[in-house]
């Protein structure tokens, strides 16, 4: 396996297409390097912005068969993509139009539901998220690119167990679960 530099995993974003073969050697490259998993989803966001319509997709599967994968080898990925999943789905819900596209986002939604890869609260904050962007597009800002310094010094309860056990969210996932909550009072 080669290094891990930025450049590398830029390079390697750049270039995976839609096959299984083609993120599923991607993805093992990753859970390889994943002691760097905070910065790694940190580009792999940053990218997931920029990207066509079709290439949010790969990026997404991609993201899937990491968390889906490395949970044999630690949570690392699961609770570095638990910061910026809820920004993700709702920047693909108001950006993209075609609505394979969209579907298939909402399936990987529900496999993360079915499996129980993240706790029942947090999905539906992606899932309300996801369709809080389908609805009204235009009523969301972009989410906030997270830095690498933020993600270094921000906050200290990140990614940790609060209390009763409960992985803490991050900001983004605590917001969207306050607003469920409210809602569903």
């Known amino acids: 396996m080669s290094s891990f530099t930025e450049e590398i ?17 991607l993805s093992l490259w990753l859970i390889h390097h994943r002691k760097h ?7 792999w966001f940053n990218d997931l912005q920029k990207a066509s319509q079709t290439r949010k ?6 993201a899937n068969d990491v968390i889906q994968n490395s949970k044999k080898k630690g949570s ?6 638990s910061d910026v999943l809820v920004g993700a789905a709702n920047h693909i819900a108001r950006e993209c139009s075609e609505e394979k596209t969209l579907l298939s986002v ?12 993240y706790d029942p609260v947090f999905c539906k904050a992606l899932k309300k998220s996801f369709e809080e962007g389908r609805k009204n597009p235009d ?12 993600h ?9 167990k ?12 605590e917001k969207w679960i306050r607003k469920i909550e409210m809602t569903s009072l």
């Open 139 to 150: 009523e969301f800002k972009k989410p906030e690119s997270p830095s690498l310094k933020k």
């Open 57 to 62: 997709l790969t990026l997404m599967y991609l």
């Open 37 to 43: 998993a905070k910065k790694i989803v940190v580009v």
């Open 9 to 25: 995993l830029v390079k390697k974003l750049r270039e995976v297409n839609n096959t299984q073969q083609s993120i599923q050697t």
């Open 162 to 173: 609060d209390r009763n056990g409960r992985l803490c969210l991050g900001l983004i996932g």
């Open 106 to 117: 909402g399936r990987i939604l529900g496999i993360w539901e079915e499996r129980g890869v």
């Open 76 to 81: 690392e990925f699961n609770q570095a993509f």
């Open 152 to 160: 270094h010094h921000h906050h200290k309860h990140k990614n940790k």
